[in-house]
């Protein structure tokens, strides 16, 4: 990581989103600079998920681009996804890997390759402590979303983080923790996007909403 | 990267020997379907001795169409392949880990058990080599011509069928090279031009094929 964390800022500009023969939502715009968080509200089906695919760059918009420190993101490639965490619906457990075995893929995939002590403090630090080597297979619901979000306490080196509900299927106390995680990284100077139906609390210098409206 | 590449390697040999019956299912397949021709055409050598290398050929690119389906479902399913395209790694360079591991698990015992199978047919031994030499060369490239079919078709409905559509006719001149190798050599030409070709036509799709299929992963997955 050359560059300090939370430098660049994400920009979104006239963001237009079709799926199917729907549109979702037009002339979206907003900038994201680090240390701010952004909260993406809205009805079932307004375009939640399609937003914040757009904005890490696995969706094409119908219109408009964003950008990442003032590139747009679709030319910037590797460079763009190297600074992202992205935690989408899908957790990217697999059944026959060991929870460990599982973050450990994450993390080699995003580029940071982690020795299993980290892993393994990780893992504890959302209070897994003790299901380290149990197959996925046979985790709960709520385990495996923590074992995907575990990656967050792994990830302090990424100015940008873009969850997708993170709080679904957690308990209260694991819901306390990934706030934690993410207020931790907001003062950090990294930004954060995400999705949630919670009234999640989490401290940060600047909140940001946008609420999506059902057309 | 070469981390990231070992780790995707490493990650499917894991789960192959963990799901083990995966694998058996396109072993077992392809050691019956080449058993059932000298059964079915009867005992006649000089027949089944011509009749071998393209046995063997049609059965090994029957197998491993059954066994590409599975290429990139189940990370299609269960989001990693989300992970995959926003990795710090090229896609097509983690879509070329993902052809190796497939072929190290699909292709690659197809190729060591094919002189055994070969006996069944009188086949000479001197030729075994040349024979599985082609199937060596050969069936990394059904796997990465493969891969380019598995990624268009992916979660789609009734990807199967489609799949082999699209996929047989780009098979066949492989099948017609690599078939045409122990022939040659049985006939006393040597194998050598075929060889040398599929090997061309592996380092072509090698070169190509995991970033055509690269492209096609980020269509489907939109």
Known sequence: MGKKAGTPSLEAVDLHCVRGERKLFGALNFTLRGGELLRIGGANGSGKTSLLRIACGLLEPARGEVRWAGENIRRLQEEFRRQLVYVGHANAIKDDLTAAENLHVA????????????????????????????????????????????????????????????????????????????????????????????DAKIAAAAALRIDLETS | MLAALRCVIHRDLLLAVRRSSDVLTVLLFFVIVVSLFPLGVGPDPALLRT??????????????????????????ADGTLEQMLLGATPLGMTVAAKVLAHWL?????????????????????????????????????????????????????????????????LYVPVLIIGAGAAEAAASGMGGHAQLLLLGALLIFAGAFAPWAAAVALRISVE
Do not use: K, Y
């Open chain 2, 105 to 169: 698990i699909s292709g690659l015992p197809l190729v060591l058990i094919s002189p055994v199978l070969a006996l069944q047919f009188d086949f000479p031994q001197e030729l075994l080599g040349v024979l599985a030499l082609s199937l060596a060369l050969g069936t990394p490239i059904l796997s990465l011509i493969g891969a380019i079919g598995a990624a268009l078709t992916l979660g789609l409905r009734g990807a199967g069928a489609l799949l082999s559509l699209l996929v047989l006719p």
């Open chain 2, 51 to 76: 009749i071998a290398p393209g046995v063997i050929w049609v059965a090994a690119l029957l197998a491993s169409m059954l066994a590409l389906q599975r290429m990139f479902a189940s990370d299609h």
């Open chain 1, 107 to 198: 993390c080699a995939l995003a580029g940071v390759p982690r020795q299993p002590p980290q892993i393994g403090e990780a893992l504890r630090r959302l209070g897994l402590a003790g299901c380290e080597n149990l197959p996925a297979r046979v985790l709960s619901q709520g385990q495996r979303r923590r074992t995907a979000l575990a990656r967050l306490a792994l990830s302090e080196g990424m100015p940008l983080w873009i969850l997708d509900e993170p709080f679904a299927a957690l308990d209260a106390a694991a819901v306390e923790h990934v706030q934690n995680l993410i207020a931790e990284h907001l003062l950090r100077g990294a930004a954060v996007i995400l999705t949630t139906h919670l």
